[in-house]
């Protein structure tokens, strides 16, 4: 039987016990492998983290000599000219929009429609070259609350007029009013007429409330007229008096163009490919350096088996069997 013997550390200044592999059980021999092999691997570990990250600071620094190179083959951009301000010429028209659906809207609803109405201001103020005479009617409930908390600087808005009241009350010259509802079947508008006020619902639905808007005019006798209407088209056309070059000015080039939106895709989706191409490509270079490793674990694990086996031969000798448990 093999006999233990003793180390005292500096440290502790304790006793600590070592032991024979003969002595040991199995999963305690397996443990000092498994820390043999760790410590045996440490230097090599240390060698293949330092080449990955000699190859990564290869690499950014190729990146960046090739981006440098960039630079220099494209001329330096000007500074861009500071926009001039639109000089606006204000027309005599005047566009409502009509708030009196608070009722038919949902909270979501109240804040599109509230960005809405911010937007409409900004290209009135800033964007066009003929703004028009700006009113917000019936102004209450949800929507004036979202604009009381949320939206503050309204208070110090411009050349827009805002008030609680419907607009009949400001306007009470039914002859003056249209409407501007898609649901008009018979008068479709050919040009706008500056001495008239134009009404526009002021109202998100995603059209559930068909003809809300028409009906509404009617019951209150007041002309309507079919034009799928946004704001931006509205004062636009006073510019240009022409339609095609209005919407041609307002919608995006790509409300145009069917196929755009399909080129889109495939031109993504290309990119996704490339994408995929250098992962698989860095993929390949970290199995490479994993299965180097691999196998010198593997040669290490071979090495100190072999020479445990040998030491637990030498202590069965020591007790006078080969070593192994027999089973009576």
């Given amino acids: 039987m093999s006999v233990s013997s003793t180390t005292t550390t500096p440290d502790t200044e304790q006793t600590l016990p070592t032991f024979s592999p003969s002595s ?6 397996k443990r000092i492998l498994k820390q043999q092999k760790w410590e045996a691997t440490r230097a090599l570990r240390k060698e293949v983290r330092k080449e990955k990250e000699k190859k990564k600071k290869a690499r950014k620094q190729e990146q960046q000599r ?16 500071k926009k001039q301000k639109i000089v606006q010429t204000p027309s005599t028209m005047k566009v409502i929009i009509d708030l009196d659906f608070d009722d038919y809207m949902s909270d ?10 911010t937007r409409c201001y900004s290209y ?18 949800r929507l004036q609350e979202r604009f009381d ?4 600087e309204y208070h110090n808005w411009k050349n827009v007029i805002i008030e609680n009241k419907p607009y009949l009350e400001l306007f009470p010259n039914k002859q003056d009013l249209v409407y501007l509802t898609a649901d008009d079947e018979e008068v479709v508008l050919q040009e706008l ?19 809300l808007c028409y009906h509404k005019a009617k019951l209150e006798g007041i002309a309507t007229a079919k034009l799928p209407i946004i704001f931006e088209i ?28 399909k080129q889109r895709r495939e031109t993504a989706k290309k990119n996704l490919q490339l994408n995929n191409e250098d992962e698989k490509n860095l993929t ?19 090495d100190v088996n072999v020479s445990s086996n040998d030491e637990v031969d030498e202590g069965g000798d020591d007790n006078g069997d080969d070593g192994e448990n027999d089973i009576d």
């Fill in 108 to 117: 979501k609803e109240i804040v599109d429609l509230s960005a809405q109405l």
């Fill in 284 to 302: 390949k270079i970290e199995s490479n350096e994993e299965s180097k490793l691999l196998e010198v674990n593997q040669k290490v694990e071979l």
């Fill in 24 to 29: 040991l059980s199995k999963n305690a021999q």
């Fill in 193 to 211: 007429d500056e001495s008239k006020i134009y009404i526009i619902g002021g109202i998100v639905d995603k059209n559930r409330h068909k003809r």
């Fill in 66 to 81: 090739t981006a440098e190179g960039d630079k220099d083959s494209v001329k330096p951009r000007e500074p861009p000219l």
């Fill in 149 to 152: 908390t949320r939206l503050k």
């Fill in 234 to 261: 509205l004062v636009d056309w006073l510019e240009t008096k022409n339609w095609r070059e209005t919407l041609l000015k307002v919608i995006p080039p790509r409300k145009f163009h069917p196929d755009s939106k």
């Fill in 124 to 141: 009135n103020n800033n964007k066009t070259v003929n703004p028009v005479g700006l009113f917000y009617t019936s102004f209450s409930g």
